[in-house]
């Protein structure tokens, strides 16, 4: 048998090597401890809209929390950066400066009101980011703005529609506010109602959003006599609206656009809107659980988005539509980055132009020709019972 020897000065020459192999051999990098993919979001934690900030706040912050704890995007952790914008178009703007430029992000998802998308889009394409708008606004066929859901005149469209095809309306009063909301809302059922002979608007009024009363408008629409009267505003104007129109005894029928079908609705305005009928369009998040278990929507969508939010939040945590905006942002920006396989703002642009994901309001299906989110809005009939929102049948009892 052969015997091998090795001297001490061989032994220690290997493990010299070796010693110098382990330290120019990198280790792998756990997410935690890579460079992080960094996130902006702009919206309305305070302010007149800190009703829709606030929950998509929560569920920002759940998502960010959740695809970390899993190892992240591409293997890196996401840093998210959060503005208040105070429901001011002008803080928006000065948000996305600051995001796009002193952040250096690789996206912007926000902001919570369609007068600050709007506001920022000039400043959103100077800077090449993508954006992320999680707010009803009409396509601008900009380079790099994408809209998640419908736009806010395809619910328009169909709140006319509706009121035409399904309720036979000929006589129509329109109530909106100055909000872009609002006026761009008004403006399209005042194009869109060309298309129906025999249907006109008999009494058009507008209200400013800051104002506390809404009785000379209502008077006036009152005296005009209308078969139906369509609201198009938000919330707190809603809420005004729905008071007045109990004082002054009004009993037109009246049909709401679906920014006015918010919890906070429910509780600011009382029984009125069920006493009187109104019924309104909401997403239909709004009632899934009022849907089969094995419904599509709610077997898919809603029924792991509640268990993922009481698992962050605890079991009793109430989700709203505004949570449904958010996460489906947060769902297209972490497809598109995992798609793009960096966060390099041009490949994420890129990437936005192919993913396909089925959100809360509607797939996520841009296109180079078109960054509309949704070719289709969404938005289904309720009515108010026992105080919470229930699907409306026309033909039902």
């Given at each position: 048998?052969?015997?091998?020897?090795?001297?001490?000065?061989?032994?220690?020459?290997?493990?010299?090597?070796?010693?110098l192999v382990l330290s120019v051999t990198p280790t792998p990098l756990r997410a935690a401890d890579a460079k992080p993919?960094?996130?902006?979001?702009?919206?309305?934690?305070?302010?007149?809209?800190?009703?829709?900030?606030?929950?998509?706040?929560?569920?920002?912050?759940?998502?960010?929390?959740?695809?970390?704890?899993?190892?992240?995007?591409?293997?890196?952790?996401?840093?998210?950066?959060?503005?208040?914008?105070?429901?001011?178009?002008?803080?928006?703007?000065?948000?996305?400066?600051?995001?796009?430029?002193?952040?250096?992000?690789?996206?912007?998802?926000?902001?919570?009101?369609?007068?600050?998308?709007?506001?920022?889009?000039?400043?959103?394409?100077?800077?090449?980011?993508?954006?992320?708008?999680?707010?009803?606004?009409?396509?601008?066929?900009?380079?790099?703005?994408?809209?998640?859901?419908?736009?806010?005149?395809?619910?328009?469209?169909?709140?006319?529609?509706?009121?035409?095809?399904?309720?036979?309306?000929?006589?129509?009063a329109l109530l909106s506010d100055t909000a872009a909301y609002g006026s761009r809302g008004a403006a399209q059922i005042?194009?869109?109602?060309?298309?129906?002979?025999?249907?006109?608007?008999?009494?058009?009024?507008?209200?400013?959003?800051?104002?506390?009363?809404?009785?000379?408008?209502?008077?006036?629409?009152?005296?005009?006599?209308?078969?139906?009267?369509?609201?198009?505003?938000?919330?707190?104007?809603?809420?005004?609206?729905?008071?007045?129109?109990?004082?002054?005894?009004?009993?037109?029928?009246?049909?709401?656009?679906?920014?006015?079908?918010?919890?906070?609705?429910?509780?600011?305005?009382?029984?009125?809107?069920?006493?009187?009928?109104?019924?309104?369009?909401?997403?239909?998040?709004?009632?899934?659980?009022?849907?089969?278990?094995?419904?599509?929507?709610?077997?898919?969508?809603?029924?792991?988005?509640?268990?993922?939010?009481?698992?962050?939040?605890?079991?009793?945590?109430?989700?709203?539509?505004?949570?449904?905006?958010?996460?489906?942002?947060?769902?297209?920006?972490?497809?598109?980055?995992?798609?793009?396989?960096?966060?390099?703002?041009?490949?994420?642009?890129?990437?936005?132009?192919?993913?396909?994901?089925?959100?809360?309001?509607?797939?996520?299906?841009?296109?180079?020709?078109?960054?509309?989110?949704?070719?289709?809005?969404?938005?289904?009939?309720?009515?108010?019972?026992?105080?919470?929102?229930?699907?409306?049948?026309?033909?039902?009892?």
């Amino acid at each position: 048998m052969t015997r091998i020897r090795v001297s001490i000065k061989v032994v220690l020459f290997l493990f010299l090597i070796f010693g110098l192999v382990l330290s120019v051999t990198p280790t792998p990098l756990r997410a935690a401890d890579a460079k992080p993919i960094k996130i902006g979001v702009i919206g309305s934690q305070s302010g007149w809209a800190g009703f829709i900030g606030t929950p998509q706040k929560e569920v920002i912050l759940a998502t960010v929390a959740d695809i970390n704890k899993k190892g992240g995007l591409l293997g890196r952790p996401i840093e998210v950066f959060i503005e208040d914008d105070q429901s001011v178009p002008t803080n928006a703007v000065i948000a996305a400066t600051k995001l796009a430029k002193d952040e250096n992000v690789a996206a912007i998802i926000g902001p919570s009101t369609t007068d600050s998308a709007a506001a920022m889009i000039n400043t959103i394409e100077q800077a090449e980011v993508p954006f992320f708008v999680q707010v009803p606004l009409g396509n601008p066929n900009k380079k790099w703005v994408f809209l998640v859901g419908p736009s806010d005149l395809a619910c328009a469209t169909h709140v006319l529609q509706y009121a035409v095809q399904t309720l036979q309306a000929k006589r129509i009063a329109l109530l909106s506010d100055t909000a872009a909301y609002g006026s761009r809302g008004a403006a399209q059922i005042n194009k869109d109602v060309k298309r129906y002979p025999g249907v006109s608007m008999v009494i058009q009024e507008r209200i400013e959003t800051s104002d506390t009363t809404v009785i000379p408008q209502l008077t006036k629409i009152k005296a005009a006599k209308p078969d139906l009267l369509i609201v198009y505003m938000t919330t707190p104007s809603a809420t005004i609206t729905a008071k007045n129109y109990k004082q002054l005894g009004m009993t037109v029928p009246v049909l709401g656009s679906n920014a006015i079908s918010t919890p906070d609705f429910l509780k600011l305005a009382g029984k009125i809107p069920e006493e009187a009928g109104w019924i309104l369009f909401t997403q239909p998040f709004s009632v899934a659980e009022m849907m089969p278990p094995d419904a599509p929507f709610r077997k898919n969508l809603y029924d792991p988005f509640k268990k993922f939010m009481k698992d962050a939040y605890g079991p009793s945590k109430e989700m709203n539509l505004f949570h449904t905006t958010a996460y489906d942002a947060m769902l297209a920006i972490s497809e598109a980055i995992k798609a793009a396989g960096s966060d390099d703002r041009h490949a994420i642009r890129d990437a936005l132009e192919k993913i396909r994901i089925e959100g809360f309001i509607g797939p996520f299906a841009c296109t180079p020709e078109s960054h509309q989110g949704s070719p289709v809005d969404p938005m289904v009939p309720v009515v108010v019972k026992n105080g919470q929102y229930v699907p409306y049948d026309h033909h039902g009892p």
